[in-house]
């Protein structure tokens, strides 16, 4: 079933204090998403960031997976308060702007992937390359 999208511009919808159930597919796919992003923040953090060589690629690894590890983590504590019902904190508006938080910080991250990074990459080779002659 398709829902009605401008039901989901409407406020009577973003801001019910207390909500329905959860259908079974939609907990599980949400269970899913914050439970991924919280273990895969955690393993980019760790492990990635150990095997790169650049500061400033492990830099941008560690950024990632921490955002990750961040939105998982926010992402289960408001499914936590979706399924308990709590009056407030589980009403709709706070999944949109967890969604629009994510979308700001994934384009921050290739903000710096596409911007910032090879000037660094390009200060840190040149730094290597006169580090050669330093006593």
Not at 38 to 44: A, E, H
Request: aromatic letters at 16%.
């Amino acid at each position: 079933m398709i829902p009605n999208l401008r039901q989901f511009f409407t406020p009577w919808y973003l801001f019910a204090r207390l909500t329905p159930p959860l259908s079974y597919r939609f907990l599980v796919a949400w269970l899913t998403l914050g439970v991924g992003l919280f273990i895969g923040g955690i393993v980019v953090s760790v492990v990635v960031t150990r095997r790169t060589s650049s500061p400033a690629w492990r830099r941008w690894w560690r950024i990632l997976g921490s955002r990750a590890a961040a939105a998982g983590l926010l992402a289960l504590l408001f499914l936590f308060f979706r399924y308990e019902g709590t009056p407030f904190f589980s009403m709709r508006l706070w999944m949109l702007l967890w969604a629009v938080g994510l979308v700001v910080a994934i384009v921050d991250l290739l903000w710096k992937l596409q911007a910032k990074l090879p000037a660094v990459l390009q200060e840190e080779a040149r730094r290597a390359r006169l580090a050669r002659y330093l006593p």
